[in-house]
């Protein structure tokens, strides 16, 4: 999620706004401190301009 974010040039303040969440929920997110919820991955994807199922696969590199 953070690379598709930066690679967009959207803050984690910006993708938080475009979809109508907190921003610390955002970075919880990216740090995998929390999992989001279906809704609130849909409402991700959507602001960032990809499908869900983009967000769900795994970095093999990691």
């Known amino acids: 999620m953070r690379t598709i974010r930066t690679s ?8 938080a706004f475009d979809a109508d969440i907190d921003r610390t929920y955002v970075s ?3 740090r995998a401190r929390i999992n989001p919820s279906l809704f609130v ?3 991700i994807a959507k ?4 499908s869900a199922r983009v967000l769900l696969q795994v970095d093999r590199e990691e």
């Open 28 to 30: 919880q997110i990216e």
């Open 47 to 50: 602001a960032l301009g990809v």
């Open 41 to 43: 991955l849909h409402k």
């Open 8 to 15: 967009r040039g959207l803050s984690q303040e910006a993708l």
